[in-house]
């Protein structure tokens, strides 16, 4: 999980309630403090939140919109084919597609929206 908001910490604390192992980054280092109290798998930087992950990756983003951006220009070089981004955010569902085209000449990555989920679209963008 990148993004430990509310959302994106309260997820985390889910997911490892029902026994899935997490990794967690955030620029607040405090937040990953805090869930690494509870369990989760703390990341000080992206390269090192990729390397902590089991492959096939799965990238869950928790983040603003305003940022989505700038981190996957920092996180997709990381990323390997076959590796899953899910931008879990509010992002508009345009900027989503444009993301996945550009996710996919470097890493073949699976990219998916919150929106298309909370909407209850089960497309995948597979790039």
Not at 84 to 97: A, E, K, L, P, Q
């Amino acid at each position: 999980m990148v993004g430990l908001g509310r959302m994106g910490a309260n997820l985390v604390r889910r997911l490892m309630r029902d026994g899935h192992r997490c990794v967690a980054f955030d620029m607040n280092a405090e937040a990953v403090k805090s869930l690494e109290a509870e369990g989760a798998t703390g990341a000080t930087s992206l390269a090192d939140f990729v390397e902590e992950l089991e492959k096939p990756r799965t990238v869950w983003l928790m983040l603003p919109a305003a940022v989505v951006d700038s981190t996957l220009d920092q996180l997709v070089p990381l990323l390997e084919p076959g590796d899953t981004v899910i931008d879990g955010g509010n992002s508009y569902y345009r900027d989503d597609i444009t993301r996945a085209r550009t996710c996919s000449p470097r890493t073949s990555t699976t990219w998916t929206s919150g929106q298309a989920a909370a909407c209850g679209d089960s497309s995948v963008v597979t790039v």
